[in-house]
């Protein structure tokens, strides 16, 4: 397995930067490089939450965001097997596969994806995802050079020590793109007396029944706009519940 000359100028701008972000390489040039539409670096947080670091214009951010929301996808089944995921053409899969998330992928376009685990013997760090709107297999050199990558970012994000602290090395908790999930996912806790996890389920499963990102229901909760106390009908966002 040999590194492409293209994909050699890439490793070459790959390292930590110091402006709130953890990685200084180019998305776009980097998805150019793979023959994909799109790349998108997620991390596990120490709750074992995923927090979206490194990502390109396009499909890719919408599909972590609806990973995370729906908590099942490529990026999911990556972290929980340690393994490489490989789909070539989602629109060919079984409806049961990601019965959630197959038809939003037909929306965003997306027909190919591709994970892939940042191991450390056996601790997942987080996980590299490729999509494509054609559907067909990443090249012999295209995986390759995926590989490569991933072990190269692997390598990045050890450089100051573990992966956890240098997600949490940011300028400051508001930094992080899903600062507002992790603020809601609190205040939704003790609002409905409830353990963090099942929180964060309420919170997906309220995005999702509203056809709303998670992100901006989050939003709401933290601006107290919704709110997540009472046990009686689901409240809407002006904070009165639903007859």
Known sequence: MGTSARMAAVL??????HDGRLIGSDPRMCAHVLGVDGVALSL???????ELVW????????????????GEGPGVDAVADGAVVLEPDVARLPADRWPLLLPELASLG??????FPLLVGRVCLGVLTLQRRAAGPLSDAGMDDALILTGALTAVLLEGGAASDALMATERPSDLYRAAVHQATGMISVQAEIPLSQALLRLRAYAFRHGRPIL????????????FRNDGPEPDVSGRKRG
């Open 44 to 50: 596990l947080t120490s709750d074992r939450a995923s």
């Open 12 to 17: 070459q701008n790959l390292h930590p930067v």
């Open 110 to 115: 997306i027909g190919a994806v591709f994970c």
């Open 55 to 70: 990502v390109s214009p396009g499909a890719s951010g919408p599909l972590e965001d609806l990973q995370f929301t729906l």
């Open 216 to 227: 901006e229901v989050a939003d709401d909760v933290v601006a107290r706009r919704l709110d």
